[in-house]
C-alpha cells in the first residue's frame, strides 16, 4: 500500500479540484506515485473541504463501498465531520485498489466522484476529479521461455527465537516460583515441605472443629500440643522465656502467647470460662502462629 503525501493546498487545490466557491478546498491528497501501479495495490487519496453549517453531506452522495469501475474497486469511505459556528469542515478519504488484467503497461485512472450537498439555497457538491497512472503488469507479454527459466522459490530464513525462549522460561521459572511462594503462605495443605509444622497441624485441627461444648477445650489442647512439640517437652507459663530464646522466630507475637497461657489456664485449671478464650481467637492465633512457624 502506498502512503500518502499532500499535493495541493488552497488555491492550488481549489483549482486542481475545480470546486465551486462556495465549496473552499483545505487540503487535498492524492498517492504520492501515478506510476509502476501494479494488480493489488492500494491507492488512497482524500479532500478536506470547509462549506455552510447549511448544507450536510448524506451518506447517500457517497460512493459505495465495493463499487468496481474499469478495474478499479472502491475499498474504503471514511468521513471526518468538524462542525463550527457557521461552516462546517468534512474530510473525505477513498481508499481503491487496483483489480485489472492487462498485459502492457496502460494509462489508467482513479474515477472521478460527485458528491452532492443537501440543505442550502444552492445546489452544491464537493467534485472529485479523476486521477490517471500507469498500470505496470507483473509479467509482460509474450515471453516463450519463461517457464524454462522459472527459477525456484527459497524458503524465508527462519526467525532466532532462542532470546524469546529464555525469557519464557524465566517468565515461567518466576511465576512457579510466585505461585508456591503464595502456597506456601497461604495454603493449609500439606502440599510442601516446611508446610507441616506444629503450628500448620495445629491450625487445621482447630479449624475442623464445630460448634460442640468441647471445641474450645480441644482447640486449647491443639495449640498446647503444638507448643509441647516445638519446646520438646510440656511447656508452661514460667518456660515462656526460654522457649522465646529457643525459639527467637516467636519472639513478635511474645505478648499474645503470654495472653494465651492465662486465658488456657483460666479455662483449664480456674474454671473462670468468663475469661475464656474463645473459638475464633484460638484460630487467628494459630493462623499468626503457624505464620511465624514458616518465616512469613
Same mark, same amino acid.
Request: proline share 3%.
Given at each position: 500500500m502506498k502512503s500518502m503525501i499532500v499535493v495541493s493546498l488552497s488555491l492550488f487545490a481549489s483549482l486542481a479540484f475545480g470546486q465551486a466557491t462556495d465549496v473552499k478546498i483545505l487540503n487535498a491528497i492524492n498517492p504520492p506515485t501515478s506510476n509502476n501501479i501494479q494488480m493489488g495495490d492500494v491507492l488512497s487519496r482524500s479532500i478536506e473541504v470547509e462549506v455552510d453549517a447549511a448544507y450536510q453531506l448524506p451518506k447517500a452522495s457517497l460512493p459505495m463501498k465495493g463499487e468496481s469501475r474499469n478495474g478499479i474497486e472502491l475499498r474504503d469511505v471514511s468521513v471526518q465531520t468538524s462542525k463550527g459556528s457557521s461552516t462546517t469542515i468534512y474530510k473525505i478519504t477513498l481508499s481503491y485498489q487496483v483489480f485489472v488484467s492487462a498485459a502492457k503497461p496502460v494509462v489508467m485512472q482513479l474515477p472521478d466522484e460527485h458528491l452532492a450537498l443537501i440543505g442550502g439555497a444552492k445546489a452544491l457538491s464537493i467534485d472529485i476529479p479523476a486521477w490517471k497512472f500507469w498500470y505496470t503488469p507483473l509479467v509482460a507479454e509474450g515471453i516463450p521461455n519463461a517457464k524454462d527459466n522459472m527459477q525456484p522459490q527459497s524458503k524465508? *530464513?527462519?526467525?532466532?527465537?532462542?532470546?524469546?525462549?529464555? /525469557?519464557?522460561?524465566?517468565?515461567?521459572?518466576?511465576?512457579?516460583? =510466585?505461585?508456591? =511462594?503464595?502456597? $506456601?503462605?497461604?495454603?493449609? &495443605? /500439606?502440599?510442601?515441605?516446611?508446610?507441616?509444622? *506444629?503450628?500448620?497441624?495445629?491450625? /487445621?485441627?482447630?479449624? &475442623?472443629?464445630?460448634?460442640?461444648? *468441647?471445641?474450645? &477445650?480441644?482447640?486449647?489442647? $491443639?495449640?498446647?500440643?503444638?507448643?509441647? &512439640?516445638? $519446646?520438646g517437652a510440656n511447656l508452661f507459663a514460667n518456660e515462656l522465656e526460654h522457649f522465646l530464646s529457643a525459639n527467637p522466630k516467636f519472639l513478635k507475637m511474645k505478648q499474645e502467647i503470654a495472653q494465651f497461657f492465662e486465658q488456657s489456664n483460666a479455662a483449664l485449671f480456674a474454671s473462670r470460662a468468663a475469661n475464656a478464650i474463645q473459638l475464633q481467637e484460638l484460630k487467628t492465633l494459630s493462623k499468626r502462629l503457624r505464620d511465624c512457624e514458616r518465616g512469613v
Open positions: 524465508p *530464513a527462519l526467525i532466532d527465537l532462542s532470546m524469546h525462549d529464555a /525469557r519464557l522460561w524465566a517468565a515461567l521459572t518466576l511465576l512457579v516460583i =510466585g505461585l508456591l =511462594g503464595l502456597v $506456601y503462605v497461604n495454603a493449609d &495443605k /500439606r502440599w510442601l515441605p516446611f508446610m507441616n509444622g *506444629a503450628f500448620a497441624q495445629a491450625h /487445621r485441627n482447630i479449624k &475442623k472443629l464445630g460448634h460442640e461444648q *468441647a471445641a474450645n &477445650k480441644n482447640a486449647l489442647m $491443639y495449640m498446647h500440643q503444638a507448643f509441647n &512439640k516445638i $519446646y
